[in-house]
């Protein structure tokens, strides 16, 4: 397994793209410092690429390297080695150097110029959404053989964290406005890897607006120990879930 | 006290100096044979432990208009102490006056009366009346200077009364929860008060007034209160000038007045879900300015006020910086600054009949192209989603993701939700240094 993780490993840091995206994630991090007036707008600016651009970029990426190394993954088939060991393998490699990348890009910046609880709390979201989203896109990979198929499948999956699951959200608030939804959101929001950091990192930044009534109930919840063990725990589970689902695929898949 | 009495040895030293002088020599025996006439007429009574006199109330007793009861160090437990001539009771050194948690400890019904210098603690509390540990009945310039209260109920009490002075007092209660404790400063139906650099924590309102008219409030601290900083109603034509309102539970409401001015007063760290910076209920003919509001829930809640101008205000890091009901009219925001707040104005309808031009706001992503140092483009200061979240409050879940970045924008290009008449024409490209 090891050397597997080795060479997928360099075959990615050494990718294009993901020396691209690791220089274009430190031009704006450091950008959002330097051009803003204040920090607290830079740190806005970060969010928003948190939670958009780099779902995106990994699930996408990590489809498209799934297919493209097919012919290796065949090859590897071949060879006396569980489908299981082969599978982690490239997950491992894809999350280890996406992570790498990340943290090259954001992380960095992020602790020279915001040091704080916010800061590391963006950077721990980053890495988890990273990872989780490489997951996923293990499992749309995994589900069709069609590489079309596959990178359409992982940009609506995207779409649907990032957007669709938001607005039915918004949808059913206004549908049942007359109910008390607060826990029924709190409860929904481990549906959304995305909407999961968010909250945790808005609990560190806006913290008097959702110092209302609701956002009482958002802080008893996520903002004490307890709340944020809970939703690494669901941000772990959004990491294995599909990643297992992928491996049964995989296993059962007739190549 | 003790920085007077440190003054006065070099004071001292100077005449003792100047005797070289024979016309000194002149001046400096006329005014001793003055003194003496003086104090023939206003003796000075001394109270003490071990002295002839031995309690404050027969000193009091004792004394006629004009005298000074002097007393000495110790702890006095004289159940309640009742001060009804014009004279003046001076503590050395904070003699403490112990109200055993059962008395109200001075109460004070008299015109041109000092209270200077005690230490009041332990005042009783009870359910039938209003206990405070010094208490002011309809009186005429009493003056309550450098005294400390401590664990007290109500501290002061004014009632009925016209041209008091309450002056660097320290009062600290441990007030748990509303019921339970009273108000630091209690004012009820009196005139021309003033209320000038006291120190005042852990009551249930720091300062209350009902029907106080022409007063000043002036350089006081209340923090820490169970409920709010400063509470008051019917209090017209008064001026609060330089206070700080931090750390309060409930922040700071004043209602159903008119003509209040409050100028450069902080107003702090109130959070909570029902916490305001200051909530204006019925306030009408104002002056606000200067003042500063950090770190609230809500800096500034609004409702049925008119007429009120609001301007050089800094609103720095709230959760919303102002927030009006649409049961507002002709209030006019002008000249203040908008930084670093999550919503810069939220309210509750489309009808729109204030104004806020010329304000600064950190949001505003328009130009300048003529360099009037005023945006060409009117900057829309209500956030779609500050609306919906007022609807609906669960919806605060969703802030910050992208279908509501996406609404927002859409809802700044094409305003449908959002009043399109609330918005500043000429916003300000730089802050203002307040």
Redesign the interface.
């Known amino acids: 397994m090891k050397k597997i993780l080795k060479y997928v490993i360099v075959d990615i840091v050494q990718n294009r793209i993901v020396i691209i995206y690791t220089l274009l994630l430190l031009i704006i991090s450091l950008s959002v410092f330097n051009l803003e007036?204040?920090s607290?707008?830079g740190l806005?600016s970060l969010?928003?690429i948190i939670?958009?651009i780099v779902p995106l970029i990994c699930i996408i990426f990590s489809t498209i390297y799934i297919y493209n190394s097919s012919e290796f993954i065949e090859l590897l088939v071949s060879q006396p080695l569980k489908r299981r060991t082969i599978w982690a393998s490239i997950f491992s490699g894809l999350a280890i150097s996406l992570s790498l990348a990340f943290f090259i890009g954001a992380g960095i910046p992020l602790l020279l110029y915001n040091a704080d609880a916010t800061g590391f709390m963006m950077i721990a979201m980053g890495l988890f959404l990273t990872v989780v989203f490489v997951s996923i896109a293990m499992l749309a990979a995994g589900l069709t053989r069609d590489k079309a198929k596959g990178i359409g499948l992982s940009i609506l999956l995207w779409l649907f964290f990032?957007?669709i699951f938001?607005?039915l959200?918004?949808f059913l608030?206004?549908q049942f406005?007359d109910y008390?939804?607060?826990r029924l959101?709190?409860f929904?929001?481990f549906f959304n890897p995305?909407?999961l950091s968010?909250?945790q990192i808005?609990l560190h930044m806006?913290?008097?607006?959702?110092?209302?009534?609701?956002?009482?109930v958002?802080r008893e919840f996520f903002g004490n120990s307890m709340g944020i063990m809970l939703s690494f725990a669901g941000l772990t589970i959004w990491i294995f879930m599909p990643l297992l689902f992928s491996l049964k695929k995989f296993k059962a898949k007739d190549l | 006290m003790n920085e007077e009495g440190n003054a006065c040895f070099p004071a001292k030293k100077q005449i003792g100096m100047n005797i070289k002088h024979p016309f000194a020599i002149v001046n400096i025996a006329f005014l001793l044979l003055l003194l003496t006439i003086l104090s023939a007429d206003a003796k000075t009574i001394t109270v003490g432990k071990s002295r002839s006199v031995k309690t404050i109330q027969k000193g009091i007793d004792m004394a006629n208009t004009g005298d000074t009861v002097l007393v000495y160090p110790g702890i006095y437990k004289e159940r309640n102490i009742l001060l009804q001539k014009s004279i003046v009771l001076k503590g050395i050194n904070h003699p403490v006056l112990d109200g055993e948690n059962k008395y109200e400890i001075l109460s004070v019904k008299t015109k041109n009366a000092t209270i200077d210098g005690f230490r009041l603690q332990h005042s009783g509390r009870s359910e039938m009346r209003d206990m405070g540990a010094l208490n002011i009945y309809d009186s005429y310039r009493v003056t309550a200077i450098n005294n400390i209260l401590d664990d007290t109920n109500f501290g002061f009490y004014i009632q009925n009364s016209r041209s008091c002075t309450i002056k660097d007092n320290s009062i600290t209660a441990y007030g748990k929860n509303e019921v339970q404790s009273g108000n630091g400063i209690n004012a009820w139906r009196s005139d021309s008060l003033l209320i000038i650099g006291n120190t005042i924590k852990g009551h249930r309102d720091g300062l209350y007034f009902e029907f106080v008219t022409n007063s000043l409030v002036w350089r006081n601290i209340s923090t820490r209160n169970v409920r709010y900083g400063i509470h008051f109603m019917f209090s017209h034509h008064d001026t609060y000038i330089g206070n700080v309102f931090e750390d309060n539970d409930s922040g700071v409401a004043v209602m159903y007045t008119n003509h209040i001015y409050m100028y450069n007063n902080h107003f702090l760290n109130n959070?909570?879900?029902a916490?305001y910076g200051i909530l204006l209920k019925d306030i009408t003919d104002s002056d606000i300015s200067g003042n500063h509001f950090t770190?609230?829930?809500v800096a500034i809640h609004m409702e049925g006020c008119s007429r009120i101008n609001l301007y050089k205000n800094a609103f720095y890091?709230?959760?919303?910086a102002v927030k009006i009901q649409a049961s507002c009219d002709n209030n006019d925001f002008t000249r203040n600054n908008f930084?670093?707040n999550?919503?810069d104005i939220g309210t509750n309808g489309s009808l729109v009949l204030n104004t806020f031009n010329g304000n600064y706001w950190?949001k505003y992503e328009g130009y300048d192209l003529n360099r009037d140092r005023t945006g060409d483009v009117a900057y829309h200061p209500v956030s779609m989603y500050s609306m919906i979240?007022d609807?609906?409050?669960?919806?605060?879940?969703?802030?910050?993701?992208?279908?509501?970045?996406?609404l927002d924008e859409s809802e700044k290009i094409l305003p449908g939700v959002t009043p399109e008449e609330l918005r500043d024409t000429r916003p300000l490209m730089k802050r203002l240094l307040l």
């Open positions: 007036s204040n607290a707008k806005l969010l928003n939670l958009i990032s957007l938001d607005a959200v918004l608030l206004f406005q008390p939804l607060e959101m709190v929904f929001s995305i909407d968010r909250i808005l806006d913290i008097s607006a959702l110092m209302g009534y609701t956002g009482a958002f | 959070w909570g879900d916490a770190k609230n829930t890091d709230n959760g919303w930084t670093g999550t919503f950190d979240i609807s609906n409050p669960a919806a605060l879940v969703l802030f910050r993701s992208l279908i509501v970045s996406l």
